[in-house]
Structure formats: structure tokens, C-alpha cells
């Protein structure tokens, strides 16, 4: 397993080893004790599958109280994704990394806890896991809108549908503090 750092402290990219041959390919997608020997020390409580079609964006997503760290991959296709760190008082407030994960690179990125996240698919079908570090919990369920222009998010193509909740979502800027993470020091 390569684990690369990417541009926002925490964030990572995850390149796990793949064992091909005529029969198809062997991946492990999770080993705690492989993770933790990367700096990745997370207990993953729920894991979820979503499906999507060209143009589709979801995000960009977190929870707070009770945020989530996320491991994403794809297990079909190809998405843009993207995590954007909103603590309030870090040094990279509102700074993005955005990279393909396909399921021909195998790809994995690991999201910190405080960060937002989101993706639009760029194949006609995709199929994404994550596992996350705590259970969904609706009353912490909360959005930024992707095209905020304080974040600035350079998406490789325009949705071609938002849910109901991403079409509603605020900009930063209209979500008071307390509704937002805080950096850790």
C-alpha cells in the first residue's frame, strides 16, 4: 500500500497493492493494522454504498456534532472527489483537494474528521463505498453548497442534478459557527 499526502494535512491518498492476473484481480480494502502503520488510526463504525449516473454531485456533506472521518473508493466507474477543510481556525480553512478515484485506478482517499466532502460521477454509472467513523446521525447531518464561492471548487463538469438537500444547501458564510467544526490544537 502507497499512501500519499496530499495538499490538505490529513488528507490522503491510498493507492492499496493490487494482485492481477487472467482471472481478474485481489485487493485488500481495509486492514486496520496496515492503516495504522500509515498514520490512519480510525475505528469505522458504518460503511456506505451509493450509486449514481453521469453528472450526478452530491455534497459537499459532513456532520457536526459528531463528525466523520470517511475512507471513499469506487467500486465502479469514475467520480471527482473532493474534500474541503472547514475548521474553523485551521490554517487551511476552506482550501480544497479534489482527485479522481476510478475503479481502474483503485484509488482510496482517506477524509479526516472536519473536512466536507462531495463528488460528481464522470462515467455513466458509478458505485462508491465509504466507510465512516461514526454512524450517520441525522440530527448532525448537515451540507455546503457545492458551488460556493468561497471555496471555489474547480468541478471538472457541471451536475446535471442535485438532491433536494444539495439544491438547498447554504454557503459558509451563512452557517453560524457553532454549526461548524473547530480546529483542534
Known sequence: MKVT???LPGVMLIEPQVFADER??????WKRSS?????????FSQTNLSQSTR????????????????????????VYDVAVD???????????????????????????EGFAHGFIS???????AYACSREYLHTADAAIAWNDPEIAIDWPL???????KDTAAPNIVDIPPGKLPEMCI
Do not use: C
Open 35 to 43: 492503516y495504522i502503520e500509515q498514520g490512519i488510526d480510525v475505528d
Open 55 to 78: 453528472g450526478i454531485l452530491r455534497g459537499l456533506h459532513y456532520q457536526w456534532p459528531q463528525p466523520q472521518a470517511k475512507l471513499v473508493q469506487v467500486l465502479q466507474g469514475r
Open 86 to 112: 472547514i475548521r474553523r481556525g485551521s490554517p487551511n480553512y476552506l482550501k480544497w483537494v479534489g482527485m479522481e478515484l476510478s475503479d481502474e485506478n483503485h484509488h482510496q482517499l482517506y477524509i479526516p
Open 5 to 7: 499526502a496530499t495538499s
Open 122 to 128: 464522470l462515467s455513466e454509472t458509478v458505485m462508491l
Open 158 to 164: 457541471q451536475p446535471a442534478s442535485l438532491s433536494a
Open 24 to 29: 481478474g484481480y485481489f485487493m485488500e480494502t
